[in-house]
């Protein structure tokens, strides 16, 4: 795999990082409804890694490109359930393209002795960029998770999920666990595992020996 030549950028504006960026952002609350519409417009935070030399030696180098991006956010609970949505439309990186989160939450209460919640998630991700974006995993995926909150005094708390590809079928594992651990502790557990990965996949492809599992232990002051 070639390196990322991180500290040699190339910015699509004259005034490379230093150019001014707007953006704006509007929300409201509808009963049950969040809402909200941005807009952002200059440096892309997302560079494409395009294939170069430095110093005689290929590498990729990040391309921050110009965009402009229009995004609405809505998030809609209503007793046990927690619906979102997460859209924008974004011009810069060669065509206009579009892309979209949306899901559900669904929490069933009083489980594990009338203590716990089990949360049952799904999310289906779609983006349409061409070649000429930053490259992205989640194209047209599906997620599925299940959250398991003990509700006791060391806010237990544990993630499950995988995320699909429907095309390759190439499939993201994931496991997250916190727990405090008396009044300045916490620890956490955390896994990442590839399935059906080819070589081939944008992202994922070269990632696919990159399983791992992370404990950490943190302490508050």
């Given at each position: 795999?070639?390196?990322v030549?991180?500290?040699?950028?190339?910015?699509?504006?004259?005034?490379?990082?230093?150019?001014?960026?707007?953006?704006?952002?509007?929300?409201?609350?509808?009963?049950?409804l969040?809402?909200?519409?941005?807009?952002?417009?200059?440096?892309?935070?997302?560079?494409?890694?395009?294939?170069?030399?430095?110093?005689?030696?290929?590498?990729?180098?990040?391309?921050?490109?110009?965009?402009?991006?229009?995004?609405?956010?809505?998030?809609?609970?209503?007793?046990?359930?927690?619906?979102?949505?997460e859209?924008?439309?974004?011009?810069?990186?060669?065509?206009?393209?579009?892309?979209?989160?949306?899901?559900?939450?669904y929490?069933?209460?009083?489980?594990?002795?009338?203590?716990?919640d089990?949360?049952?998630?799904?999310?289906?991700?779609?983006?349409?960029?061409?070649?000429?974006?930053?490259?992205?995993?989640?194209?047209?995926?599906?997620?599925?998770?299940?959250r398991?909150?003990?509700?006791?005094?060391?806010?237990?708390?544990?993630?499950?999920?995988?995320?699909?590809?429907?095309?390759?079928?190439?499939?993201?594992?994931?496991?997250?666990?916190?727990?405090?651990i008396?009044?300045?502790?916490?620890?956490?557990?955390?896994?990442?595992?590839?399935?059906?990965?080819?070589?081939?996949?944008?992202?994922?492809?070269?990632?696919?020996?990159?399983?791992?599992?992370?404990?950490?232990?943190?302490?508050?002051?």
């Amino acid at each position: 795999a070639m390196a990322v030549e991180v500290d040699d950028p190339v910015f699509e504006s004259g005034a490379k990082k230093w150019h001014v960026d707007y953006a704006g952002r509007w929300w409201n609350n509808l009963g049950d409804l969040d809402l909200g519409l941005a807009f952002f417009m200059g440096t892309s935070r997302e560079p494409r890694l395009v294939a170069g030399t430095r110093g005689g030696k290929a590498v990729l180098i990040p391309h921050y490109d110009q965009i402009d991006q229009t995004s609405l956010d809505a998030q809609y609970t209503h007793e046990n359930w927690l619906w979102k949505l997460e859209t924008f439309s974004r011009g810069g990186h060669g065509g206009r393209f579009q892309a979209a989160v949306g899901g559900f939450e669904y929490t069933f209460h009083g489980v594990a002795g009338a203590k716990g919640d089990l949360g049952a998630l799904a999310e289906y991700l779609y983006d349409g960029r061409g070649d000429g974006a930053p490259a992205i995993s989640a194209d047209d995926d599906v997620f599925m998770a299940l959250r398991f909150s003990f509700n006791d005094p060391q806010s237990t708390e544990i993630l499950a999920g995988a995320m699909v590809d429907r095309d390759s079928r190439a499939t993201s594992l994931s496991v997250e666990a916190e727990r405090r651990i008396g009044q300045n502790w916490k620890l956490e557990l955390e896994l990442r595992a590839l399935f059906n990965t080819s070589i081939n996949e944008p992202v994922l492809g070269g990632l696919r020996k990159d399983d791992f599992l992370l404990m950490r232990l943190s302490r508050y002051f």
